[in-house]
Structures are given as structure tokens and as C-alpha cells.
């Protein structure tokens, strides 16, 4: 199984970036995925995420209406569009298949694998 992370950068505060993820190896279409991020010296933290169907979806409070995450089933791809990036948004960010429950969607634990991230980068 292969998660593949793109579309990091740096970018200016206000600015945009969409990051993508193409998984490789498994049935993508049988998992829900989710895009976390880990900040220097902090723990890893849920972005967003969305069900196995490409239905539900769920962000972090702290997205308020900043990103979107899509998946495309047939392409095996998942992309998160960030928009209005501020530097406290700076962080690798993953991206993460799995088939959590739904008090597990949010956390780690849900998911089984992991891309190897991709750094972005926000300056103010």
C-alpha cells in the first residue's frame, strides 16, 4: 500500500494551496480518508476527513470554512483545497486511509495508512 502526498509549498498568508494524495495497492473506494497535520514541536492533529462513500465529511474547528476535501473514487485520489492559509497553518500535512468508527474518525487510531507527508509553509 502506497499513499502518495503533493502540493505542499510555501505560500503567503491569504494565499492557497491544494494539496493531493494517490493511493496505490488497496481498494480506495473501501476506505473513508482524512488529511491530518503536525506542526513543529506539536503533536499531530486531524485536519479533515471524509467517508468511504464520498458523503459525510467532517473538518477541524480550526479549518472554519478555509479547506475542502474531495475524493475522486475512480482516480484513487483525494485533494484538500486550503484557502485564506495563515502561518499557523504551516505543518506537514498527511494524508491517511482507514476505516475508523465514527467516534475514531478524528483521531489517529482510525487509520491504517499513512502518506509521508507534505510540507507547507505560510508566511505572514
Known amino acids: 500500500v502506497q499513499l502518495q502526498a503533493s502540493g505542499g509549498g510555501l505560500v503567503q498568508a491569504g494565499g492557497s494551496l491544494r494539496l493531493s494524495c494517490i493511493a496505490s495497492?488497496?481498494?480506495?473506494?473501501?476506505?473513508?480518508m482524512a488529511w491530518f497535520r503536525q506542526a513543529p514541536g506539536k503533536e499531530r492533529e486531524f485536519v479533515a476527513g471524509r467517508r468511504w462513500s464520498g458523503g459525510s465529511s467532517c473538518y477541524a474547528d480550526f479549518v472554519a470554512g478555509r479547506f475542502t476535501i474531495y475524493r475522486d473514487n475512480n482516480k484513487n485520489m483525494a485533494s484538500l483545497q486550503m484557502n485564506n492559509l495563515k502561518p499557523e497553518d504551516t505543518a506537514v500535512y498527511y494524508c491517511?486511509?482507514?476505516?475508523?468508527?465514527?467516534?475514531?474518525?478524528?483521531?489517529?487510531?482510525?487509520?491504517?495508512?499513512w502518506g509521508q507527508g507534505t510540507q507547507v509553509t505560510v508566511s505572514s
Open positions: 491517511a486511509l482507514g476505516r475508523p468508527i465514527q467516534s475514531s474518525r478524528r483521531s489517529e487510531v482510525g487509520y491504517n495508512y
Open positions: 495497492g488497496l481498494t480506495f473506494s473501501s476506505y473513508d
